[in-house]
């Protein structure tokens, strides 16, 4: 008796010992970038209510955990999944929704893929993005009057590639009241011989575009749920929508209570009083997929419409410096008071001279080393002798390097030879506080983050231009690009305890991709395929 309750007891505690630890899903079989402190790599991971369980072999994980869905990743790699930290979601929607000019090459097919649209597209306003002067033989800004011949009784808005600049018919005109050129700050309206072109650059583009009428509940639904089929499919999880309304807020907030949309979003609200009274009075906005508790603040434009503020004219067009977009006294105003509510002030500044002015506001108010973690969105031309403003005050430069791979081709004429070395100068911005987002501005760029990479690394086009690089010493190295895109981001939004890392107790947010993109030869990071995106550990994305 007392050796049969002995040979019970044995196997009552090896089969103890054997019992495995139940979870969700297990990846094992993988190439796992944790891009924890040490950036560690390991072979699989178990996944239980949509956190990390555990990390480690495919040995040990297999033998402690088990799970309903196990993924052999067949060698391939496997990151934290990608974080946009400056993009326009909903505007990016919007755009699935418009004519794509995009890579035109000419007024003329902008015209022609205009008119295509138009024929399935035949109500209301008709809208088009993504023209780029910079990319036609002639690179002068276009005129309206072949856009108000074909198009005589329908108003039409051609936003420029940058957001910054925009065309428009003369039916447009009339929607707005508009008869001739009106003075601005922070805005032009281009004419010539002393009538309108229908050019609109910054401040002036609202006069038309606020006539546009809002999108409905149905059309909302549809931008939000469009942009997130194509982020997940490109391996984002979270991305950072630059300067939305609170009513958009309100929209976001019911369609993932309703389940109707997963994407994890950091959201600034636009620089607009109705919206700081909303979030004064209501208070950060924290959930597992929306974090609203900052202000997207517009310093000036862009160096493509020349609406950048430099310090000097510029070189392409002397006695032309860009402007800012509001005068001094309304961003000091606004620094003091988004630093009275400890919020996070998120301003867009692309010269010289508008970074100055930021920066210098910024550490009047700041007033030293803190963690308030305010940006600078951009940050695309700094003067050589401003870079040390960002480091003394802890200021984030929040950097997109898509940007540089498509201006480099004329950049240097708007800047010339000297100035141009302080722009997109990512390793000296780097340097600042050792840490540094990295976005993509889509739908102003691609939102494929592997552009991202390839661009902050290699900083070469597709067809290897420039040979060598663009201004390689300011490209970051792999590991400080896909920090960038993950930890860093994540940081960019005090979010980097629960994301931005595969690492236990943090989200199971994570891409699949057919390429390890960090030992990967240039000429293959761009071929670089998303398989599977895993948000909460559920798949939202499978290639076909």
């Not at 391996?235 to 997963?262: P, R, S, W, Y």
Request: glycine content about 8%.
């Amino acid at each position: 008796m007392k050796s049969y309750l002995c040979t019970l007891f044995l196997a009552v505690l090896l089969s103890s010992c054997n019992k495995k630890e139940q979870a969700d899903v297990i990846v094992y079989n993988a190439k796992v970038y944790t891009v924890n402190d040490k950036f560690d790599t390991v072979e699989a991971f178990a996944v239980k209510d949509g956190k990390i369980l555990a990390l480690g072999s495919s040995q040990d994980i297999q033998a402690g955990y088990t799970a309903k869905e196990e993924i052999n990743a067949e060698g391939k790699s496997v990151y934290p999944g990608f974080i946009d930290a400056h993009a326009h979601f909903f505007g990016y929607g919007q755009s699935l929704q418009t004519a794509d000019l995009r890579e035109t090459s000419s007024w003329d097919e902008v015209l022609q893929r205009l008119t295509d649209f138009a024929k399935t597209h035949p109500d209301g306003w008709l809208i088009g993005n993504g023209w780029d002067q910079n990319d036609w033989d002639n690179k002068s800004f276009p005129t309206n009057e072949k856009l108000t011949q074909l198009f005589p009784d329908r108003p039409v808005f051609l936003n420029r590639i940058d957001g910054h600049a925009a065309i428009v018919n003369q039916k447009a005109f009339d929607e707005a009241a508009i008869k001739g050129e009106k003075k601005l700050v922070g805005g032009d309206m281009l004419t010539v011989n002393g009538k309108l072109t229908g050019v609109l650059i910054d401040n002036a583009v609202g006069l038309v575009e606020t006539k546009i009428p809002p999108p409905n509940a149905k059309l909302a639904e549809k931008i939000l749920t469009d942009a997130q089929t194509n982020c997940f499919a490109a391996g984002l999880t979270t991305i950072d929508d630059c300067g939305l309304g609170f009513e958009a807020v309100d929209f976001i907030e019911k369609l993932q209570k309703e389940n109707k949309l997963k994407m994890r979003l950091y959201v600034m609200l636009s620089d607009a009083p109705a919206n700081y009274d909303y979030l004064f009075k209501r208070g950060a906005i924290k959930t597992d997929r929306l974090n609203v508790r900052s202000f997207k603040v517009y310093a000036d434009g862009a160096l493509g419409s020349r609406g950048a503020c430099l310090l000097h004219p510029y070189s392409d067009m002397p006695g032309k410096t860009g402007f800012l977009l509001s005068d001094q006294k309304h961003f000091e105003e606004v620094a003091k008071k988004i630093a009275a509510h400890d919020f996070q002030m998120c301003t867009h500044a692309i010269g010289d001279s508008a970074n100055r002015v930021m920066l210098n506001i910024y550490n009047k108010v700041l007033k030293g080393k803190n963690d308030k973690r305010w940006r600078i969105e951009h940050a695309q031309v700094v003067n050589a002798n401003d870079f040390d403003l960002f480091g003394k005050t802890s200021i984030i430069p929040s950097v997109q390097p898509t940007h540089a791979t498509s201006d480099m081709y004329w950049a240097g004429q708007r800047l010339g030879a000297s100035r141009v070395k302080g722009a997109y100068a990512y390793q000296q911005l780097l340097k600042q506080n050792g840490w540094i987002p990295l976005g993509t501005d889509f739908p102003v760029e691609n939102i494929n983050p592997i552009l991202t990479f390839y661009a902050a690394t290699v900083r070469e086009d597709a067809k290897g231009f420039p040979k060598g690089g663009f201004q390689m010493e300011n490209a970051l190295t792999p590991e400080e690009a896909l920090r960038g895109m993950t930890i860093w981001a994540a940081k960019a939004n005090f979010e980097e305890n629960e994301k931005g890392s595969l690492e236990k107790g943090k989200f199971a947010d994570f891409v699949i991709l057919d390429n390890d993109i960090l030992k990967s030869i240039p000429q293959n990071i761009l071929k670089t395929k998303v398989l599977k995106t895993y948000l909460n550990g559920e798949k939202v994305y499978e290639a076909k």
